[in-house]
């Protein structure tokens, strides 16, 4: 594969403030799940009410057991870092960890920390801030095969099903990376593009980027961003689209949700409408690309009507239909196999 | 009309630097056409060889005649600017010109203009520079009109026909502004949005910023950028058509192109395809969306075959055809009244 640089080092471990809601935990909660075995624990301040179920350390244990990494898995809540989470910052700073977030700011503006990055020899990595020398998009074929999530909506399951689906692809013997679009996304690979913080004008060219040339079977597995529908994010979503020359696609659904996301004037488009709007679009640069599954968030769906729902969206699309969480996403698997061979 | 903050004073000088190719001209051969009444002359260095048409002046003698801003007219081959270029901004900067460029880097870089500048207690204007706290769009139905212009490709004369509409809708006793989104658009009117250099997540809302509430008779007539079917800049074109929510169009298209410009191995899409897109497009955020007609630039067409070409869009789309250089855009706003109303 042609790898991407890795922005950071394992291992690390997860700095959690002291948030109390899951909901502004969820990057280091979706660490913790996807990259355990780089992770020594997590470090938590006095009242975090979010707990990620790996060990607890402070920084000099952290330091100690051989952390290269602090990475920030809380946001802070309103958008500004508490002055006592930027003292935890620098503290590991000084120690020589490097410091990794996905803040809407550099870290280096933080007080005190690039002095304590200088000190420890530290870096300091922002996951949202994108490369420098994105190209324009060249809408050029490149080598290699790729599947990109997109969605009724933003939250509605792009990242996981994507790693889900790279994964379960590898344990079936089928060469695929995941490939990063978000910042937790960026966090869980090491690498990847945030798509949403590039210049209007290199969107399509840094999809390109994201997803290079690679060998004929492989498969890059492409976390998708916004909706085609989404009033204010689909120029992302259709760039990232664009971009990707996906030869195939996966719609990820919250089945609850009735209108887009912090829009309610704005109905949730159907997945069949997503199908046929991403379709469209995508042929621009790829006239084969075709939707190989459904990718439904279940867990709030009562255990008992799950079954009848999953094969409600297969019978509407004739294409499988999995929560990729519950279920993994085999089937998604199968289809691929069935439509571009092993 | 809701006024945006100008940017510039005027009367302004333009700075057409040596360039010898009309086209490295095109910024300031555009402000000499559209803004004559506020430009005082040019200045040229030697061996330049593009004429605006307007009076010869130096820097002193700019400054003497009261000129309030020099404006970077040429763009420099290679994309950085010489260093005598630089002097001459230097100069006017002491002399207290404000000085205006479009360029891909910030004025303020230039060796010894900040200085300049300070002492001269003159601004540095960059109008690629998006303004600061951009929000994400709304998709919320504005007050007002809205007529955007979109092209089959880049260069297809999107600019020339919003600012010719413009003119002739006022000329109409129709109240309307240009809405600029791009360097020379902006330096025309003094005010606009450089909407291809913001960040992707906030494009949707830079198009609301561009065309905000207005009275209900008033049209904004945006300049549009890219184009629905282009593999590099579709994301800002759709961007743009998503948050401008126009209720109506018009299609700017060179008839003697064959594939996007620069891009070979994508043929140019017709201009039936490109009504249906954008109307597809941008319904989600104004269904009742339409097209109001046909900008041809014909200038490399015989004189003799025009007539029978622009017939022939026409009858097409059973929509007004026109060269909105030659003919002006009064068949445009004919359509305008009759499907909107005086």
Same sequence: chains 1, 2.
Avoid at 23 to 34: A, E, N, P, S
Avoid at 233 to 259: E, K, N, W
Avoid at 304 to 329: F, H, M, N, Q, W
Wanted: contains cysteine; proline residues 7%.
């Amino acid at each position: 594969m042609a790898a991407m640089t890795t922005l950071f080092e394992a291992p690390f471990v997860v700095f959690m403030g002291d948030v109390t809601d899951p909901v502004y935990g969820k990057t280091g909660l979706g660490l913790v799940q996807w990259r355990a075995s780089d992770c020594l624990g997590q470090i938590r301040l006095p009242g975090c009410g979010v707990d990620t179920g790996v060990p607890e350390l402070d920084i000099p244990m952290a330091q100690s057991l051989g952390a290269r990494t602090l990475i920030v898995g809380s946001a802070a809540v309103g958008g500004r870092m508490p002055d006592h989470w930027v003292e935890s910052l620098c503290h590991a700073a000084r120690l020589g960890l490097d410091i990794v977030a996905g803040l809407h700011i550099p870290l280096s503006i933080l007080p005190g920390l690039t002095a304590a990055a200088t000190a420890g020899r530290a870096r300091l990595i922002d996951v949202r801030v994108p490369p420098a020398g994105i190209p324009v998009g060249s809408g050029a074929k490149r080598s290699g095969r790729r599947v990109l999530m997109v969605g009724t909506d933003c939250a509605s399951g792009k990242k996981y099903t994507a790693l889900a689906l790279a994964r379960d692809l590898n344990a079936a013997g089928v060469a695929a990376d995941f490939r990063a679009t978000g910042q937790t996304g960026i966090m869980i690979a090491g690498a990847g593009m945030p798509i949403d913080a590039v210049v209007a004008d290199f969107l399509t060219g840094a999809a390109e980027v994201l997803s290079p040339d690679n060998s004929p079977d492989h498969w890059d597995v492409i976390e998708g961003q916004g909706g085609v529908f989404h009033p204010g994010y689909l120029p992302v979503t259709i760039g990232l689209l664009v971009g990707s020359q996906p030869d195939a696609f996966v719609v990820c659904h919250d089945p609850l949700r009735r209108h887009v996301s912090g829009w309610p004037d704005y109905p949730l488009p159907s997945v069949t409408a997503v199908i046929e709007r991403t379709v469209l679009l995508g042929s621009l640069t790829n006239p084969a690309i075709r939707c190989v599954g459904v990718a439904l968030n279940t867990s709030r769906v009562p255990a008992s009507e799950r079954l009848a729902l999953k094969a409600r969206y297969a019978e509407e699309t004739g294409l499988p239909c999995v929560d990729p969480i519950l279920d993994g996403t085999g089937l998604i698997v199968d289809q691929l196999r069935r439509e571009f061979g092993a």
